[in-house]
C-alpha cells in the first residue's frame, strides 16, 4: 500500500514539474512576441519620422506632383492611427504606405537635379536602412509568432494553452502586390545596356555544308565561292585557272616539279614545293 502511494505522489510530481515547465514556456514566448514586437514598433516609428522631411525635400522639386504628396501624407496618417490595433491590420496599412512611397520615389527618376541632392540621398539612405532593419525584425517576430502558434495546437501542450487562456499570435506581414508578381523576363534585352545597338539579326539563307572555307592571305581578288550543290546529289568542281607559265603549255605543271617517278608525300610530310 506504502509502495501504492509513492507511485501516485511520484506521478502527481511529475506533471506539476510538466505543468509548471510548460506554463512557464508558454510565458516566455509571449513575452518574446511582444519584445519583437516592440522592435518593429520601434522602426515603424523612425520611418514615419522620415517620410515628412523626405517629403518636403522631394516637393521643392517636384511641385505638381501633388496628388502623389498627398496621398502618402495620408497614409502616413491611417498608419500612425492603427497603432493600438493587431498585427494583421498594422501590416495592411504599412502595405498601403510602402506602396505610396514607392509610386513617390518612381516620380522622383524624372529629375534629375533631385537624384544629386545630397539631402534627399541622406533621407533615402536612411529610409532604405529602417526598411531593412524591420524587415529583420519581421521575420524574427514572425519565427516566434510560428513556435508559439505551433504550441497551442500540438497536444498535451494544447490543453495548457486552452486551461489557462493561451491565445494564438497574429503575423506580421506585408502584402505586397508588386513584390509576389512574378517577374517578366524577355530574351530579347538580356545583356542589352541602354544606348548601345542590338545586335545585328541574321538574314535565312541556304543551310550550310558544315565545312569551313578561310581565306588565304593574298586572295583578296581571287577568292572562289566553294561548289554549289547541283540537283541530283553531284557537285560542281571549282574552275581552276589555267596555269600560265613561260615556255610551257597550258595546263602542264612548272618546271622543278615533282617527277613521275617521285613516291607520294607521307602523312604528316608537307607536299613539294619545288627544287631550291
Known amino acids: 500500500m506504502v509502495w501504492v502511494i509513492i507511485v501516485i505522489v511520484a506521478v502527481l510530481v511529475i506533471l506539476a514539474i510538466m505543468l509548471i515547465t510548460s506554463y512557464n514556456r508558454f510565458v516566455k514566448q509571449r513575452n518574446l512576441i511582444q519584445e519583437s514586437w516592440r522592435q518593429i514598433d ?52 504599412e502595405g498601403q ?31 532604405t536602412d529602417t526598411e531593412d532593419r524591420i524587415a529583420a525584425g519581421r521575420r524574427f517576430y514572425n519565427a516566434n509568432v510560428g513556435d508559439y502558434n505551433t504550441r497551442i495546437e500540438a497536444f ?69 565561292s566553294p561548289p554549289q550543290p547541283i540537283p541530283g546529289g553531284y557537285q560542281q568542281p571549282p574552275a581552276q585557272p589555267p596555269y600560265q607559265g613561260q615556255g610551257q603549255g597550258q595546263g602542264e605543271p612548272p618546271v622543278g616539279g615533282p617527277s613521275a617517278g617521285s613516291p607520294a608525300p607521307q602523312d604528316g610530310q608537307p607536299p613539294f614545293t619545288g627544287g631550291q
Open 42 to 93: 520601434v522602426e515603424l516609428h523612425r520611418r514615419y519620422d522620415l517620410i515628412p522631411n523626405l517629403v518636403e525635400t522631394v516637393r521643392a522639386y517636384a511641385a505638381h506632383e501633388r496628388h502623389v504628396f498627398e496621398e502618402v501624407a495620408r497614409l502616413r496618417t491611417q498608419a500612425v492611427n492603427v497603432q493600438g490595433a493587431t498585427p494583421e491590420q498594422r501590416a495592411a496599412a
Open 97 to 127: 504606405l510602402s506602396g505610396a512611397l514607392r509610386q513617390m520615389m518612381i516620380s522622383v527618376e524624372a529629375y534629375p537635379q533631385l537624384q544629386s541632392n545630397q539631402n534627399f540621398l541622406g533621407l533615402q539612405r536612411e529610409l
Open 156 to 224: 498535451p501542450s494544447n490543453l495548457i494553452a486552452g486551461g489557462f487562456k493561451f491565445e494564438k499570435a497574429g503575423y506580421f506581414e506585408v502584402k505586397d502586390e508588386q513584390v509576389r508578381a512574378v517577374p517578366q523576363v524577355s530574351f530579347g534585352t538580356i545583356g542589352s545596356v541602354a544606348g548601345e545597338q542590338a545586335p545585328p539579326q541574321m538574314q535565312p539563307g541556304a543551310p550550310s555544308s558544315g565545312q569551313i572555307h578561310p581565306q588565304m592571305p593574298g586572295d583578296q581578288g581571287n577568292y572562289q
